[in-house]
């Protein structure tokens, strides 16, 4: 039997923490082609960049850049999964002037950030820096867009911009220049999939939907550059269909994998150099990150990834069942184990079913799973005060057990 398209089996949060095709053109494919739904997977895309490590670390996050951060500053055991690009999508956008930005006002991201950290880790390898005759303006990440206005009115004199835009076309408009690509200095897996195993275990089914959904997706990148371009468009709205096939061609197809692969020796010199450049030591390997191989499971009970305070245990294993549980694969279910003994039932008592004759049994007990209700004694017992049981015959008459009123005690007998 065939599942309808529009029926999932799974779900999945799946964050981005930088705005622009750099991180968002996989899924933004995945998406659109309808690979997610193919997979059975719903995936709720957010915007994380702004949000804290632990609310980023209970989803899946596109930005492995900042999650090799954490993980060397913070000991947040995120792991790679998945390998979009090597190539970091950054540029230094610059106005007319000396190719060389010493002495000159750079716009860039904070230091701790991980754009912010592969810009100075370029610019230390030329010479540069902020203690070497730059004036650095930290911005906050976005869109750009109050950079391009600063270069036009001259309050900086270079900006670190990213794929929400083409530098090229942008520097060809306003007479501006690239001094450099990014990704031409230093190489380093940034954008793909990455989970924190103490809160989503990589073998979930949710994930490795996704990851399915968006090698499908890479393999349109390489397969179809008409679909490529044309979804690359919704990114760059400002651009010509000529630019962005360009931009398509020149830093798109030549640099994204096909497969989600890692390479070894790029991430173990990458982990190096933010880790030198962060001033922390290298406590993880590029095989302990990057977990990219089909052939290497992630072992459940590694011992180099503790379980953390903050994320709730019951996502520590796998989502249990398949497509013949009752809701199979749900990324952060409980896992299947000892369950408490089922509740007893009501007791049933006799009580009165309204008029005259036989009462009937009808269950008294509280919602839910509390203690039932206690029995309610017998009129007659209420009246004097003295606990007593229902009736199980007929109902008690009018003046059992009844105080007489005052006019009967003084006459004896019923007005």
Aim: charged share 25%.
């Amino acid at each position: 039997m065939t599942r309808p398209r529009d029926t999932f089996l799974y779900t999945l949060g799946l964050a981005y923490v930088g705005r622009g095709l750099h991180e968002e053109l996989v899924a933004h494919i995945a998406d659109q082609q309808g690979y997610y739904a193919d997979e059975g997977v719903r995936v709720a895309l957010h915007d994380g960049c702004s949000w804290d490590e632990e609310r980023l670390r209970r989803g899946a996050a596109v930005g492995l850049g900042r999650a090799l951060l954490s993980r060397l500053t913070g000991n947040i055991p995120w792991g790679a999964l998945q390998v979009t690009t090597a190539r970091p999508l950054f540029w230094f956008l610059a106005r007319p002037g000396p190719a060389s930005l010493a002495g000159r006002r750079l716009a860039v991201h904070a230091p701790r950030t991980a754009p912010g950290c592969f810009a100075r880790i370029v610019l230390r390898r030329a010479g540069l820096g902020p203690d070497r005759g730059i004036r650095t303006v930290v911005r906050p990440p976005g869109d750009y867009g109050m950079d391009l206005r600063r270069l036009h009115d001259g309050s900086i004199d270079a900006a670190l911009v990213g794929s929400t835009m083409a530098p090229e076309a942008m520097a060809a408009e306003h007479g501006w220049q690239v001094l450099a690509w990014v990704g031409d200095h230093f190489r380093i897996p940034t954008a793909g999939v990455a989970v924190d195993p103490t809160c989503i275990h990589p073998d979930d089914p949710a994930v490795q939907a996704v990851l399915r959904a968006h090698r499908r997706a890479l393999r349109v990148i390489h397969d179809e550059p008409d679909t490529t371009v044309r979804h690359m468009q919704t990114f760059l709205g400002r651009h010509t269909s000529v630019e962005v096939r360009a931009r398509y061609e020149t830093f798109v197809a030549p640099y994204f994998t096909t497969g989600g692969q890692a390479d070894p020796a790029v991430g173990a010199g990458a982990i190096t150099a933010v880790a030198t450049e962060l001033g922390v030591p290298a406590t993880v390997t590029a095989a302990e990150f990057y977990r990219t191989a089909a052939t290497a499971p992630w072992a459940p009970g590694e011992p180099a990834l503790p379980r953390r305070r903050g994320c709730p245990a019951r996502l520590l294993e796998p989502a249990p069942g398949g497509p013949g549980s009752a809701r199979p694969g749900i990324a952060g279910r409980r896992p299947a184990g000892p369950t408490r003994p089922p509740a007893p039932p009501p007791p049933r008592v006799r009580v009165r079913a309204g008029g005259r004759g036989r009462g009937r049994c009808v269950p008294r007990s509280r919602p839910g799973n509390a203690a039932p209700w206690p029995r309610r004694p017998a009129r007659s017992a209420r009246r004097r005060g003295r606990p007593g049981r229902p009736r199980a015959g007929r109902p008690a008459a009018r003046s059992g057990g009844r105080r007489p009123s005052r006019r009967r005690r003084r006459t004896g007998r019923r007005r």
